[in-house]
């Protein structure tokens, strides 16, 4: 005899979330083209993860530090330049860049060939940055650095100037 109880039930497991191919949230900035795979609203907003394509020559943010978010990036084609502090690192296809928080970085595409990327935020606060920066420019305010800057003070990050 078991101790098991019988019953024909179902049993409940939590959401998956599938996001197919052309699928889930898109935000364009500028020459730089995301499409939102997790938000962090399937995963307890532990984690967020986008899809980035940058067009040739897109510069990247300001050098910058997070202070509550870890930042994974990894190239899927193409070559993405990190800089971090006055260290630059050409990724290609099949790179993965762990930034912790506190380390300064940014990147860019400095190539003639578009470049794709995934990022991985955890958790996933700064996938909201994104969104803010878009309603930003589609309100007909310029993406500048100081209104760049200004946008990522909201998510615990500062600009890096000191290691530039």
């Known amino acids: 005899m078991t ?8 049993i409940a ?20 083209h995301m499409r939102v795979l997790e938000d962090g609203s399937n995963t307890g907003h532990r984690l967020g993860l986008t899809e980035s394509v940058l067009a040739p020559h897109t510069p990247g943010p300001p050098q910058h530090r997070h202070a509550r978010h870890d930042e994974g990036f990894y190239v899927i084609s193409g070559s993405v330049r990190f800089t971090v502090g006055r260290t630059d690192h050409d990724a290609t296809a099949g790179t993965l860049v762990m930034v912790p928080s506190g380390a300064p970085h940014t990147f860019a595409n400095v190539t003639d060939q578009p470049a794709v990327m995934l990022s991985v935020f955890t958790p996933d606060l700064y996938v909201q940055y994104f969104r803010d920066l878009q309603d930003m420019t589609a309100g007909g305010r310029a993406l500048t650095r100081q209104a760049n800057i200004r946008t990522m003070s909201r998510y615990a990050t500062e600009p890096a100037d000191d290691h530039a």
Request: glycine share 14%; aromatic share 4%; no cysteine.
């Open 3 to 10: 101790d098991e109880p019988k019953t024909n039930e179902p």
């Open 13 to 32: 497991y939590p959401a998956v979330s599938v996001v197919g191919p052309g699928e889930g949230e898109t935000i364009s900035l500028g020459t730089t």
